[in-house]
C-alpha cells in the first residue's frame, strides 16, 4: 500500500492570507504540491484533505485502515481541544505523524499543549512548509517499513 492521507484541519484553507507572520506566506496548495512531488519521488501517492469540521477529520482517520500506509496531519486549532480527535487517532492502527507550521510550544500557553500527539507516532512543530516533507519521509523510510513486522 504506496498511499498517505495529508490531513489538516480548520483554517488552514487560508494559509498565505492569516498571520503570514506565524504561518508564512505559502498556501494549503504549496504544501499539498510539495508533498506530493516528495510522494512521487519515492513511488507513493497522496490525497489530500482539508477540513474545518472535526467530524470529517474524524471520518478520515476512521476510514483510513486498510487504505492508507500512513497519515500526515496537522489538526490545528483542535490540537489543542479534541478529544474526539484523540479518540479516533487511537482507534486506528495506522502510523500517524502530527504537524505544525508554528512552534506551539513558543505559542501562547493554550496552543502549547497538544491533546493528540500522545496517540501520534512522533510531531514535527515549528518546520513551517519543511515540515510536512520531513514528516512524509519519516513515514516512509522510518516508520511505515517497520510498522508492519
Not at 486506528?92 to 496517540?119: C, G, M, Y
Request: aromatic share 6%.
Amino acid at each position: 500500500m504506496n498511499r498517505i492521507l495529508l490531513l489538516n484541519g480548520p483554517n488552514l484553507n487560508l494559509l498565505g492570507k492569516r498571520e503570514v507572520d506565524v504561518y508564512g506566506q505559502f498556501t494549503l496548495n504549496d504544501i499539498e504540491t510539495e508533498v506530493n512531488k516528495v510522494a512521487k519521488e519515492k513511488g507513493f501517492e497522496v490525497d489530500c484533505v482539508q477540513s474545518n469540521h472535526e467530524g470529517v477529520l474524524i471520518d478520515e482517520i476512521q476510514v483510513a485502515v486498510g487504505k492508507y500506509a500512513g497519515i500526515i496531519f496537522n489538526p490545528a486549532a483542535y490540537t489543542h481541544t479534541s478529544v474526539a480527535l484523540l479518540d479516533a487517532i487511537r482507534s486506528v492502527d495506522v502510523p500517524i505523524i502530527e504537524v505544525h507550521i508554528s512552534n506551539i510550544h513558543k505559542r501562547e500557553t493554550f496552543r502549547q499543549k497538544s491533546i493528540t500527539a500522545s496517540a501520534c507516532v512522533g510531531q514535527i512543530v515549528g518546520l513551517g512548509l519543511a515540515g510536512y516533507r520531513l514528516a512524509f519521509l519519516a513515514l516512509v523510510e522510518e516508520i511505515i517499513p517497520y510498522h508492519n513486522h
